[in-house]
């Protein structure tokens, strides 16, 4: 090979080299930019509004949410105080789900009878309550029961006297305690539902006043009761471990909401399967209260051991389907504050620091309202609502005129009810298989 060939070949291989170089770095930045690229279900990547078929069925049911009333002298006067001094985003597409409302069935009384049975009271002496509901009567003990006969709802009491009768000469159990003997007294009547968590219920300290009314107490010592308002949750993103990139969507989902999944495993019919959930309260019209409440106190004599330190119940469960019926896209946060500074929003809860919220609430008047937390929760109301629908929860610490402060918790419907269209179907997500390889965990 002459010098000149040589010098062509060394020229050519040279430019091969580069080219193959090139070639690897394009190929390495791909991989690169792809793995910071977000993968979602498509459900979440856009909405496909498929709890009906037609959107004016759902804007039918847009949410309407009661409002407290300020004192005069209220001003809208806003600061934003939260961690990173902004309203920070939060998921921009979540599920919603169908109430599975009951109808009153043919054996609604033989059920309601059952009930009555198991809390101590003599089911074939029963009241009609015209044609809502049944009714019994405990002289004996002080208690009544009364259930709905549509959905078996139902409210437990006893008469004050019994129950000051009762703290007087026993101590109460300590706050935990009584959530525990709140479930398992659920739990053994068979009314304990699924979709309540276990723990981490409130408590609250209630003392019995003179006309029988409830006000908060100060301590453990001073109380007659405690009020164990049980917990809701469901699930606003939902990604099964069989689904093509399921664990980078949860990562992703982690990341963007700060909030870490719940992970349940079950049966499939091609192998175990991981459900992942990033789940959120259900709240109700008033925050700090909830549609299922148990009374506890010292042992009541005369009644089944299962309810003998249960003084009431508010019982309202309305069954949520456990599957969302569709996903729905969301206003921004920041417009959801700008709604409620210009008096959209609706006053669901505010009182002073360490003040009576278990008395009837009475207005107040506030100087200024500052933001520390904004959260997504779902509403349920104490009337039947078609649909579990997320609302915006802001939340924060109010500066009343008299310079007071106290805390204040306001709702605005998130759903973004001017885009909701007709339902869309979907591609489903590719399934991978998971016969031959355990549930991933992450």
Not at 39 to 45: F, H, K, N
Not at 74 to 86: C, H, N, R, V
Not at 347 to 355: E, F, H, P
Request: proline content about 5%; hydrophobic content about 40%.
């Amino acid at each position: 090979m002459t010098l000149t060939e040589a010098s062509f070949w060394t020229k050519r291989l040279g430019v091969i080299a580069l080219g193959a170089l090139i070639i690897v770095v394009i190929i390495i930045l791909v991989i690169v930019m792809n793995s910071n690229i977000e993968v979602v279900m498509p459900q979440y990547l856009e909405p496909n509004f498929a709890c009906t078929q037609h959107k004016e069925e759902f804007l039918e049911n847009r949410l309407q949410i009661p409002s407290l009333q300020f004192a005069d002298g209220t001003e809208l006067s806003f600061d934003i105080k939260t961690d990173t001094g902004k309203i920070d985003s939060l998921p921009e597409i979540i599920n919603v789900y169908k109430f599975n409302n009951r109808s009153q069935s043919l054996t609604a009384q033989a059920d309601a009878k059952i009930l009555a049975k198991a809390m101590g009271f003599d089911p074939d002496v029963i009241e009609r309550v015209s044609t809502q509901g049944y009714k019994w009567t405990d002289r004996a003990a002080g208690r009544t029961l009364e259930v709905e006969a549509k959905n078996l709802n139902f409210t437990l009491k006893t008469d004050t006297s019994v129950m000051r009768e009762s703290s007087a000469s026993s101590a109460l159990p300590s706050e935990q305690e009584a959530k525990s003997i709140a479930v398992n007294a659920l739990n053994s009547l068979g009314v304990f539902p699924s979709d309540y968590t276990s723990g981490n219920h409130r408590t609250t300290l209630i003392n019995i006043n003179p006309d029988g009314s409830f006000s908060k107490a100060h301590s453990l010592a001073e109380a007659d009761l405690i009020r164990v308002d049980l917990i809701r949750i469901k699930s606003m993103i939902t990604i099964p471990s069989n689904i093509e990139n399921a664990e980078k969507m949860v990562r992703d989902f982690s990341r963007r909401t700060l909030i870490e999944p719940t992970e349940e495993t079950s049966t499939a019919t091609d192998g175990r399967l991981g459900i992942f959930t990033f789940n959120t309260l259900v709240s109700f019209p008033q925050t700090q209260r909830a549609n299922i409440s148990v009374y506890v106190g010292p042992t009541i004599t005369g009644v089944p051991t299962r309810v003998s330190k249960i003084y009431q119940i508010d019982y309202t469960y309305r069954p949520i389907a456990a599957e969302a019926c569709g996903t729905y896209k969301l206003v921004d946060p920041e417009y959801a504050t700008e709604m409620i500074q210009q008096g959209e929003g609706s006053l669901v809860y505010l009182s002073n620091t360490g003040a009576d919220d278990v008395v009837d609430y009475m207005p107040k008047a506030v100087k200024k309202f500052i933001i520390l937390d904004i959260f997504i929760v779902y509403f349920e109301d104490r009337e039947e609502l078609e649909y579990l629908q997320p609302v915006y929860l802001i939340s924060g610490e109010a500066i009343f005129h008299d310079d007071t402060k106290g805390t204040f918790d306001f709702f605005y419907p998130a759903i973004n009810y001017d885009i909701v269209q007709d339902k869309i179907e979907m591609k489903a997500p590719e399934v991978v298989d998971t016969s031959s390889s355990p549930t991933m965990f992450f």
